[in-house]
């Protein structure tokens, strides 16, 4: 698979990652056994990225990911963790005590000493302009506690606060067909500054899996069910905040784009590798089918025809609703 160079960090990581949400909370159920082999079949299939976070299950999401590890010496596999989920949203909780807790936890979970890339996970807006929190994460890195750090941001102005800053490697932000936002000005302040681009969110929630319609049911912990009105976390979280029978229209019209040999996810995920600027996109899956599907959309070849009917997708049905508000 291809290679491309994680902003900031210097390390090369796979166009396709593995984002890890599901292996440990908030999509339903998903056994440990069925987590290995999730992560097994994805490093087969050319994998080189895995995203967790501290809160993905209160830690199994990293646990299952430190086991896979320790079970498999030198594999060349860079994780992304993220922090900052575990305490009261207020930017006073945003200290360097605090943040030596979260990674030291992280650590013990993945089972390293030095964390590949911690990023902030979608803090306050504030913390993005606060001088104290670089210090701090630059303190860890000079005690060798992470490699790296970059930001999570529901919002582009938080991006592009956060690029300003030297120390930023990477950002990770919410990037698909029906979210086009970032390609405006945060891509391109992105590539100047060296700074890697993690596009997060690729399926709009499986929305541009083209496998959900209006008789969908979701489980009670799936948050597509719990946080379909933002009440536990940004609604722009889940379905890239769309109206979900809204989408339903504009997945219609997405698949009538589909490359022949592909199916509707990889065509997206195809869509978002090929934008200039994003160094890795990190779908979830729930099985080891998914795992290996979603790394095969890095063969998917997306032609000026395509990106222009993503365009006036987006355009006819979610600019005017998406567009001001992330």
Not at 12 to 19: N, T, W, Y
Not at 251 to 272: C, D, K, M, Y
């Amino acid at each position: 698979m291809e290679q491309r160079i994680l902003g900031r960090t210097g390390r090369d990581v796979s166009v396709v990652g593995l984002g890890t949400w599901q292996l440990g909370a908030d999509w339903g159920h998903v056994d440990p056994a069925q987590a290995q082999a999730i992560l097994a079949a994805s490093v087969e299939a050319g994998v080189t990225f895995f995203d967790t976070a501290d809160v993905y299950g209160d830690g199994k999401s990293e646990q299952a990911i430190g086991r896979f590890l320790a079970d498999n010496p030198g594999l060349d596999i860079t994780v992304g963790t993220k922090m900052g989920r575990r305490v009261d949203q207020t930017p006073e909780n945003y200290t360097l005590a605090n943040f030596r807790q979260w990674v030291d936890r992280s650590r013990r979970n993945l089972g390293t000493d030095t964390l590949d890339l911690v990023q902030l996970h979608c803090p306050p807006t504030a913390v993005y302009s606060t001088t104290a929190v670089y210090d701090a994460l630059d303190t860890l890195v000079s005690e060798g506690a992470i490699r790296h750090y970059g930001v999570s941001v529901e919002r582009t102005d938080e991006a592009l606060e956060a690029i300003r800053h030297g120390g930023t490697a990477s950002v990770q932000i919410i990037l698909n067909a029906f979210r086009l936002k970032p390609l405006d000005d945060v891509l391109p302040a992105a590539k100047a500054a060296g700074v890697g681009i993690i596009a997060r969110v690729p399926l709009a929630s499986g929305l541009l899996t083209g496998k959900y319609s209006k008789d969908t049911s979701f489980a009670a912990d799936d948050h597509r069910n719990y946080n379909l009105n933002g009440a536990s976390f940004d609604v722009g979280e889940t379905f890239s905040g769309v109206d979900y029978e809204l989408g339903l229209k504009a997945v219609a019209e997405f698949e009538q784009l589909v490359p022949a040999g592909a199916s509707t996810a990889q065509a997206a995920i195809a869509w978002i590798a090929a934008q200039d600027g994003v160094t890795s996109v990190i779908p979830g899956a729930r099985n080891v089918d998914q795992a290996t599907a979603n790394a095969a959309a890095a063969s998917v070849s997306i032609t000026e025809e395509f990106d222009e009917g993503v365009r006036w997708i987006y355009d006819h049905y979610f600019r005017d609703a998406v567009h001001p508000r992330w």
